[in-house]
């Protein structure tokens, strides 16, 4: 097969995977496929993702025209035949394929194949630009696919680690930032106002673009289609930052922090983590739907003033008011002019026009612009006054309205709606408007559905909709919500094997509005929070076995859904739920690096001055000092750890106490005089205490812990005992973290006994698992374990690579101020003492330009 014309970059700009076969026949086989294609961070084109079971062919065409690689999946089943088609929808999929793309074609062993998929098979393995294989079932073929498609990925596109490999940018680490959202359609009619937000961040002068205008006009769409177009101008990468769902200026931070795939462990302020993650860093920051946190405004003029690389582009509904801001207003999309009649060509040239038809193709894809309905379909553009969400939800109705019956319609809700909402702009009102005109088509059953759902923060799952969904009249949840869908209310994508739905901001507004003054709000507000404090106790112990990788990806997934969760229960004074939420969750908020939202959270349960349960008060004083055991221990963590671990024991709480007990340890051992013997005395009992509750991940880190403190009296031995017990009950329990944990510690007492080779293995499947976890302290820590295994064996240009792309991990993610169990600072200064301290500099800069799937790359490849 010959090579590829053009760059497609990855995986913020996404490779599309066409998976073509008959429907219900390889349903498993398209499922396992799509979960292949999704694990590579690639976008998969399946018809069942929206389209009806047998598309027409101008659809599936312009699926191809889109998509980058082709995918065929064959069975028994030759497909459906359409009347008036020479072949079936499956053989026109496969002859319509672009000549030059990528095809892989999978056959399912066994069953009798009909005669003309056996005929169309035959000239598919005489193709010899076709990679052909044969599987047994879906687990078998996933694990083709996704090998396949690997290869495919590194010999013939260019991926976004190999972007900044030449610029000498400081700041290609890219790992844990969240990349730009993939966009679904094209941009219709925005072209001049495209060019001049391209042209503004192109600019080295311009450091801040604001796009403004009304919610529903388009800016998050446009935002993002610029953001692409100048991605090559931004080595450091791009960083998008949704904040739909903050509503308090000062949580700003910490969803900048988050996007940026920075760790709040309580160490120091966001403000300082922050500016080390992009102090030097040639990037691009997206901040979408500013406006309600516009209050947040001195402190981004702040971060534009610390990173002098750092551009700003910003979506509001009105300026942000900062120095040096460039504004671009974004007003509605050009109407038809009907001075001389209605014209198909005039009408089509009006971007208005051009974008309700293209929206009703989507769902209606025989829809054609006719004589007969090109008036009524300006004059519904011009109803709508050009607004682009107005339009939109317009058009999603057209798959059951014609143009006529929806002009009727829209212009008999809309008059009765033009006296309301005197208070909002003209264009606000007619989204609004536009909006209510939508839900009164719909059942009563999904208009209460539709109020209820604005009640999550992000995205929410099938589940989630049904439990807020509980109790209304005759519902059917799955159909209500494929209503909602299909009225483009609603927008639904597909994660691994799982369905997540979203509302734009402007929509959940709207809905939340409708249950503002509702006497039901307070109890449904509490029944959605609910859902989620079950989803902790669920999630609790799956955090620590086999099963942990899925519930952090979960749990990350439902982030904003879990802060307003927890941030209900604060303002509604419901302190034990709060504390029970946050301790359900601690392993979740500590790896994912919100421990010290969770120090913010439980220090206003201590500071409410409401009499506080034992177990609720035994909970806050544990997260406000075990996170902070190296911070003044003497003075205030000791006594209030002391007081925890007593309260959890009063309660009959084992490993909550044994968890105290543990922190409380670490407190006595930073101490200005350590207290080792104390130490000792709680950790054998934290020890016992998980044995007797069968906790197997406490006994882990306790065991952990007792092999710290063997290393503080210099007994290396029988810290290596430890950390080898500890091994043993991790893996025992399944449990990656825990591997990771105690592979580390073991690596660094095989360096204290001399043994390289032993450490450099242990530090390696650390990292392994680390990166696995997406654990990016994890990382660093094993970077560094292998930084010191180089250094001790005389490689001092490794040492020093790693050590630089350790370095870059840890500023990035704002761990650069915990404390670190790790010994490598005595081995690089070894290094910079002696004649390899040149070597080892020049390749601590070639490390701290690593991408972090590189770095990792590296420290893994053969030595």
Not at 116 to 123: A, F, T, Y
Not at 132 to 144: G, I, N, S, V, W
Not at 667 to 678: H, K, Q, S, W, Y
Request: glycine share 8%; proline share 4%; net charge negative.
């Amino acid at each position: 097969m010959g090579p590829v014309n053009r760059a497609i970059r990855t995986p913020d700009q996404r490779l599309r995977v066409f998976v073509s076969s008959t429907l219900r026949e390889l349903a498993p086989e398209r499922r396992a496929v799509r979960a292949a294609i999704e694990q590579l961070n690639l976008a998969p084109v399946l018809f069942e993702l929206g389209a009806r079971p047998h598309p027409p062919r101008e659809l599936y065409r312009a699926y191809l025209d889109q998509s980058d690689i082709f995918v065929g999946l064959y069975g028994e089943s030759y497909g459906w035949v359409a009347p008036g088609d020479e072949v079936s929808g499956l053989e026109d999929e496969y002859l319509l394929a672009p000549h030059e793309m990528p095809k892989l074609v999978y056959v399912k062993e066994g069953g009798e194949r009909e005669a003309r998929l056996q005929e169309l098979l035959g000239r598919i393995k005489d193709d010899d630009r076709v990679s052909y294989a044969y599987f047994t079932d879906a687990e078998q073929l996933a694990e083709l696919a996704r090998g396949d498609l690997a290869t495919l990925l590194a010999e013939r596109f260019t991926l976004a680690a190999d972007t900044s490999s030449e610029s000498g940018e400081p700041g290609a680490w890219t790992g844990g930032v969240v990349g730009l959202p993939a966009a679904l359609t094209a941009l219709v009619g925005r072209q001049r106002e495209l060019e001049t937000v391209v042209s503004l961040l192109a600019d080295e002068d311009v450091r801040l673009v604001t796009l403004t205008g009304p919610g529903g006009i388009g800016k998050s769409r446009l935002s993002i289609e610029a953001a692409n177009r100048v991605r090559d101008g931004f080595p450091g990468g791009i960083a998008f930052v949704d904040l739909g769902s903050v509503t308090d200026p000062g949580l700003v931070p910490a969803a900048i922090a988050a996007a940026l795939g920075i760790r709040d462990v309580g160490d120091g302020t966001l403000h300082e983590k922050l500016r080390m993650a992009v102090r030097d860093r040639h990037m691009l920051l997206l901040l979408d739907n500013v406006e309600q946190v516009v209050e947040a405004a001195p402190g981004i003029r702040s971060l534009l003033t610390d990173a002098p690389h750092l551009t700003v582009l910003a979506t509001s509904r009105i300026l942000l008011r900062i120095t040096g801001e460039h504004g671009v207003e974004l007003g509605p999309l050009a109407l038809p002019d009907m001075r001389h009649g209605a014209n198909i060509a005039r009408a089509l040239a009006a971007p208005s026009v051009d974008l309700f038809v293209a929206r009703v193709r989507a769902a209606k894809p025989d829809f054609e612009l006719t004589e007969d309905n090109v008036e009524d379909v300006e004059r519904i553009c011009i109803a709508l006054d050009g607004v682009p969400l107005a339009i939109e939800l317009a058009a999603a109705r057209a798959r059951v309205l014609t143009p006529a019956e929806l002009l009727e319609r829209l212009d008999r809700r809309l008059l009765v709606l033009s006296g309301g909402s005197r208070d909002l702009p003209e264009r606000q009102r007619t989204i609004r408007s536009t909006i209510e005109w939508s839900t009164q088509l719909l059942e009563p059953s999904q208009r209460e559905l539709l109020t209820r759902l604005g009640l999550f923060a992000g995205g929410f799952s099938l589940d989630a909709a049904e439990w807020i969904a509980d109790g209304i009249p005759d519902a059917n949840t799955l159909d209500d919500l494929g209503a909602l869908v299909d009225g483009s209310l609603v927008h639904q994508e597909d994660r691994g094997d799982r369905a997540v739905f979203s509302m734009l901001s402007t929509v959940r507004e709207y809905a939340l509005d409708q249950l503002a003054n509702r006497a039901d709000a307070a109890a449904l507000r509490d029944r959605q929070v609910a859902f989620f404090v079950r989803l902790g106790e669920q999630a609790e112990f799956e955090l620590e076995g086999a099963d942990q990788l899925e519930w952090f990806a979960l749990l990350a997934e439902e982030s904003d859904n879990l802060r307003a969760a927890m941030r209900h229960l604060l303002d509604t004074r419901q302190w034990a739920a709060a504390a029970h939420f946050a301790w359900t969750l601690y392993v979740y908020w500590w790896i994912d690096g919100h421990l010290g939202e969770v120090h913010g959270w439980m220090g206003e349960v201590l500071d409410s001055g409401d009499e506080l349960d034992d177990l609720t008060r035994a909970t806050a004083l544990y997260f406000t000092r075990a996170i902070a055991f190296w911070q003044d221990p003497d003075e205030w963590l000791v006594p209030g750890l002391d007081e925890s671990a007593a309260l959890f024991r009063r309660e009959g709480e084992r490993s909550g106490e044994a968890l105290a007990l543990i922190s409380l340890a670490l407190a006595l051992l930073g101490a200005r005089e350590p207290d080792t013997d104390r130490a000792d005395e709680a950790l054998d009992a934290s020890l016992a205490l998980f044995r007797e509750s069968d906790d197997r991940w406490g006994e882990a880190m306790a065991l952990v812990t007792l092999g710290r403190v063997a290393l503080l009296k210099q007994d290396v031995r029988a810290a290596l005992a430890r950390f080898d017990e500890s091994l043993a009950v991790a893996k025992r329990q399944h449990d990656d973290l825990g591997e990771t944990i105690a592979l580390h510690h073991r690596g660094w007492a095989q360096v204290l006994l001399g043994e390289f080779g032993v450490a450099r293995a242990c530090f390696e499947q650390s990292l392994s698992l680390s990166a696995r976890l997406g654990h990016d302290e994890g990382v660093a820590y094993a970077l560094e374990g292998l930084t010191a295994v180089a250094a001790g064996s005389g490689d001092g240009e490794r040492a020093g690579t790693l050590f630089g792309a350790a370095q870059v991990v840890r500023e990035r993610t704002g761990l650069y101020d915990a404390p670190s169990f790790s010994f490598h600072q005595q081995f690089v200064d070894g290094i910079l003492a002696g004649p390899g301290a040149g070597v080892f500099e020049a390749a601590r800069t070639r490390g701290r330009h690593l991408h972090v799937d590189d770095a990792v790359a590296y420290a893994l490849e053969a030595a």
